[in-house]
């Protein structure tokens, strides 16, 4: 069973936007119910721990980019490993998620949510240099063009952003 995206941002106390359009409506769980899901319990009366709130900004990162343990994992390994040779470590992991081809369709605006975005690019929208790529993770280059397959503009989700 997949987790509900909504009880994920009210978990983690803050808006994620997993749902798209949803989130900037009233509809939003964290509009309607600004408290962690689950029986209601006291609230403690300390501050969390710096372990809490690093753990939490993992999460975070995580599901806003829709990635396993095992992804995040792997890019965390690779941008440590680039440690002496970029100024801020962590602004480089950013840069690495932002470059993923899934969040780059996302940014451009073809989808409402990173989740259609990757449902996109693995059932094949789009070119990258004018060759097929259906892996969410390929990491975009600088000078890559993208396109959408010819017989992919008819369709549904691409009509309203084709014709405005």
């Known amino acids: ?3 509900d995206q909504c009880k994920t941002c009210r978990r983690l106390g803050q808006k994620l936007f997993l749902k798209g359009e949803r989130c900037f409506s009233q509809k939003c769980a964290m509009v309607r119910r600004a408290y962690a899901p689950g029986l209601k319990k006291k609230k403690s009366g300390g501050s969390p721990s710096e372990y809490k709130k690093s753990l939490n900004e993992k999460q975070t990162l ?5 990635l396993s343990e095992r992804q995040f994992k792997r890019y965390v390994k690779e941008t440590l490993a680039k440690m002496g040779k970029v100024e801020n470590v962590s602004s480089e992991l950013i ?3 932002e470059k ?4 780059v369709i996302f940014r451009f605006g073809f989808a409402k949510s990173r989740a259609q975005a990757r449902q996109m690019v693995s059932h094949n929208y789009f070119l990258i240099n004018n060759k097929s790529v259906s892996i969410p993770s390929h990491e975009i280059e600088k000078d890559d063009v993208i396109s ?3 017989n992919r503009k008819s369709k549904g989700v691409l009509k309203n952003y084709l014709t405005s």
């Open 1 to 3: 069973m997949k987790y």
């Open 95 to 97: 840069r690495r998620l």
């Open 100 to 103: 993923r081809m899934d969040n």
């Open 148 to 150: 959408i397959k010819e």
């Open 62 to 66: 995580k599901k806003w980019y829709g």
